[in-house]
Structure formats: C-alpha cells, structure tokens
C-alpha cells in the first residue's frame, strides 16, 4: 500500500515518522519471503497516538514490525502499511537488577549486555532473533526459561484507549508463546528484573545454549523458528519427524533436516508455497495424532 493522502505525507515530519516507500518485507523478515508497502519508521513514542489517529482517520490500515524472525508475509503488493519503532541511543540503561531496554533494542545484544553487567537469567534467549518487542509479544522462551519471568513493568501504546500507558509486570499474564496484550497493542519499552550472576557463570550457560541450537536447528538458513507451537505434554517436531516429514517441500519451502518443526526458505519460496506446506503438515499431522496444530509464527496474510 502506498501513502499517497498529501495529509499524511504532510504530517509525517512533524511527527519525527520517516517514509521508506516500497520496502521489501522479504528483506525485513528471517524468512525471506513477503511482498513490498510502504513502512513508516517512528522515531518517537509521544507521537503513536497522533500518527494512528490520523492513519485511522484517513482509512490506512497498518501492522506492527519488529525484527520480523517470527513472521511469514504474504506476496506481492501488501494491503496494510507497517510500521516500525527506531531504536533510541542508548536503548538499555541499567540500574543495580533492573534493566530498562527500549522495544527496539536487539534482543541478543540486551541478553549480552546484561550479562557483561552480571546480570543474568536470560541464557536461553541467546540465539533468538528479533527485538525485545517480538520477544515480548510471543513471550520468547527457551530451554526452560521465557522473558516473561522478568518483566516488571511495559511501557505500551493501547490501541483500545488510544494512549501510551504503563502496566506493572503483575497486570500481564505469560503464558507459552501468548500474552494478555491486546493484538493491537504496541510495546515500547520494558523494565527487566534480573539476579545478579557473574559474568563468566553466564557465559558458561550461553555457550551451552548456543552449543544446543547449533546441534539441532538449521541456523544458516530461512527460516522463522518453529512453525508450530507445542502441543500440552507434546513436541510437534517429534511428530513431524515421526511422519518421516523431514525434507518435505512445496517450490522451496521446506521441512527443515536438522529439525521438523523449522520450515525454510531454501531459495526463492513464496508464501503461497510455505502456506501449501504448513498446511499439509498440519494435516497429515491431525490425520495421525489426532492432534490440531497451532502456529506459533505469526501469519500477515493479505
Ligand atoms: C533461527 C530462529 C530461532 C528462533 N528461536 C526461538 C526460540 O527459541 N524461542 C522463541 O520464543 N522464539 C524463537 N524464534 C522466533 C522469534 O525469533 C521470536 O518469536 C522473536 O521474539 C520475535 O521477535 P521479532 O522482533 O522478530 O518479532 P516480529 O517477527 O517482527 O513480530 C512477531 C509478532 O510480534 C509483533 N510485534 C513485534 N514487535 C512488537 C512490539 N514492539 N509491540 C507489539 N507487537 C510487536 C508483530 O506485530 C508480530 O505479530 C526463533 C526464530 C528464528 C529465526
């Protein structure tokens, strides 16, 4: 979608957004894949507000990106514009355990400031991609652990009252890849809770964390993480794996060899071949177990 309404491009700089026309989500995303809109890069919190008031206004619709490594877009012309926050200078300031990381900050890099601090907890999450933000959103977890544990406070902008607001961490629930946020909820920044640790006790756990994703994820290829969520007591990579999916393909997405629950991007895959093929494994997979997977990679279908 482009942004021709000469009101908007009129009150972009006043409101400190930046317009990237014709951006490429295919660039933007782990995947590789999705089509071209215009992306509006906001440079400040205090003017969400009027920047979706008048996006509302003028009938824009739009969808919220982060470091987009959890994202399949669709092809072609998008029908939406997006928007993206730009990361402040400096975007994680600590003070004794707390950790205030604005929503942009990479989340490997705040991960590893934190532990050259001494601050840690947060070993699983080296190796994810994305921002703090994503993180938030999804409650990114691994190996035991998931942000969500640590947050004490979220900075966001409601979209159900239309103004930027505060929640204390006991406000919000993190569940396994869900949180209480209201879809159209925008994240701008969180205040982390973390133990002390020496830094060499925590880069012992993040060797053994990277050590753990080399040996079974596919990490130099496309891909979104895991396609699916787990089942309650279940792995649906095992089940994949059962099913002897590994390898399988439509153009070239692919079920990944090294783990059947990452799909990926093997060349040039659309999104219609991703979807053909997350779905025939969704199928053969309730064909067999009985069992309905749910996405854990958030689908932008136009
Ligand atoms: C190789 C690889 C390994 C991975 N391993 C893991 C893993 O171990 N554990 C795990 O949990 N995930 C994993 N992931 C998935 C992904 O990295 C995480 O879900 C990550 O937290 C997504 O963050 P992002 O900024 O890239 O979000 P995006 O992909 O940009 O967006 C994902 C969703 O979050 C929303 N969103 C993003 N930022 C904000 C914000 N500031 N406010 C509101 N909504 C927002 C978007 O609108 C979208 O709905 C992996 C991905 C890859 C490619």
Known sequence: MRIEDPKIVAALPDLGVQLKPGT???ELTSLGIGGTTDLLQINKHEAIPDLLNLLDAQGVPHKF???GSNLLVSDGELPWVVLQLASPTPDIVLEGNFAQVDAAADLGRTVTFCAKNDLGGMEGLIGVPGTIGGALRMNAGAYGMQIGSYVRQVKLYRAAA???ETLEGDQISFEYRHTSFAPDDMMLAVKLELPSKP???ILKG???????RRASQPLGQKSAGCIFKNPPGASAGRMI???GLKGLSVGDARVSDRHAN?????GKASAKDMLALIADVRERV???FGVILEHEVVVWNA
């Open 162 to 164: 239309r103004k930027l």
């Open 24 to 26: 490429s989500l295919a």
């Open 286 to 288: 309730e064909k067999s």
């Open 262 to 266: 990452f799909f990926v991007n093997a």
């Open 65 to 67: 990106l982060g470091g």
């Open 206 to 212: 993040i060797r053994i964390c990277n050590e753990k």
């Open 199 to 201: 830094y060499r006790e």
């Open 241 to 243: 794996d059962e099913l």
